[in-house]
Nanobody
Framework: QVQLVESGGGLVQAGGSLRLSCAAS????????MGWYRQAPGKQRELVAT???????NYAGSVKGRFTISRDNAKNTVYLQMNSLKPEDTAVYYC???????????????WGQGTQVTVSS
């Protein structure tokens, strides 16, 4: 099993910044893609950003240029730096990790518990 602990959410005014962190621990042989998703009230969960083990990134169009995803492989941690926040960024943000428990084993998908980000206008 893999445990994901998220931190860094909170309340911020429009135009402000927040940094989310997600640390993975447990029975980990290797971690592959890591990412952030979000879900606003009454809406489906959507991709925010992903990063591969090699550092390639992908962003939703709505956050491109404002958010930056990064990872520290030594710490099994992924970050999301969110700048120029808008009220429409308000959502619960979830960390997602693909991990193997042993060499050549299947890659299993894990979700964090979610952290609330609220942007006031």
């Amino acid at each position: 099993q893999v445990q994901l602990v998220e931190s860094g959410g909170g309340l911020v005014q429009a135009g402000g910044s927040l940094r989310l962190s997600c640390a993975a621990s447990g029975s980990i042989f290797s971690i592959y893609a890591m990412g952030w998703y979000r879900q606003a009230p009454g809406k489906q969960r959507e991709l925010v950003a992903t990063i591969t083990s090699g550092g390639s990134t992908n962003y939703a169009g709505s956050v491109k240029g404002r958010f930056t995803i990064s990872r520290d492989n030594a710490k099994n941690t992924v970050y999301l730096q969110m700048n120029s926040l808008k009220p429409e960024d308000t959502a619960v943000y979830y960390c997602n990790v693909g991990a193997r428990h042993y060499d050549l084993g299947p890659i299993r998908n894990y979700w964090g518990q979610g952290t609330q980000v609220t942007v006031s206008s």
